[in-house]
């Protein structure tokens, strides 16, 4: 019997919790640039926090199209979740303070939440893809 999306989601849900690097991908000029970054979820969306001047900010502004690939393991076997959506650049004031508040490496890098240096990303996935550790098909879910 196959499972449910909801079934799915959930699994992949979590894989997700407390803030997994993964891969993004971003476009710039043609080529694909790929670097790891803290994946934030938080109020069940998915969120990457990133310098304003950074190379990934610019490109995710020119090109919102981005992919994030999360590796999971599980008794010794490996897989992953890959994201692929729309990077929503977020400028409200509450949820920037929200997530400055929720995340625990903020004061790292940034002042607080009106930091210019700060930019908030929300990945909004179109499509999840979960291979679970081992197995050898994905799972495939369109959003």
């Known amino acids: 019997?196959?499972?449910?999306?909801?079934?799915i989601?959930?699994?992949?849900?979590?894989?997700l919790k407390g803030t997994p690097t993964g891969y993004l991908a971003t476009l710039e000029d043609g080529q694909p640039r790929v670097r790891p970054v803290a994946l934030v979820v938080w109020d069940?969306?998915?969120?990457?926090?990133?310098?304003?001047?950074?190379?990934?900010?610019?490109?995710?502004?020119r090109n919102p199209d981005i992919e994030?690939?999360?590796?999971i393991s599980e008794g010794g076997h490996q897989g992953y979740v890959r994201l692929a959506g729309e990077a929503r650049f977020v400028g409200d004031a509450k949820t920037r303070e929200?997530?400055?508040?929720?995340?625990?490496?903020?004061?790292?890098?940034w002042e607080g939440a009106d930091d210019a240096r700060f930019t908030?990303?929300?990945?909004?996935?179109t499509e999840i893809e979960y291979l679970r550790p081992n197995?050898?098909?994905?799972?495939t879910v369109y959003l």
Request: aromatic letters at 6%; proline letters at 5%; hydrophobic letters at 35%.
């Open 120 to 125: 908030l990303v929300e990945l909004v996935p």
């Open 68 to 71: 994030l690939c999360v590796p």
């Open 98 to 109: 929200a997530l400055a508040k929720a995340v625990v490496f903020f004061k790292d890098y």
């Open 44 to 61: 069940e969306r998915l969120w990457i926090t990133s310098g304003t001047r950074n190379g990934k900010t610019r490109q995710m502004r």
């Open 9 to 15: 989601e959930k699994q992949v849900h979590e894989h």
């Open 1 to 7: 019997m196959s499972e449910t999306r909801a079934q």
């Open 135 to 139: 197995e050898m098909e994905p799972h």
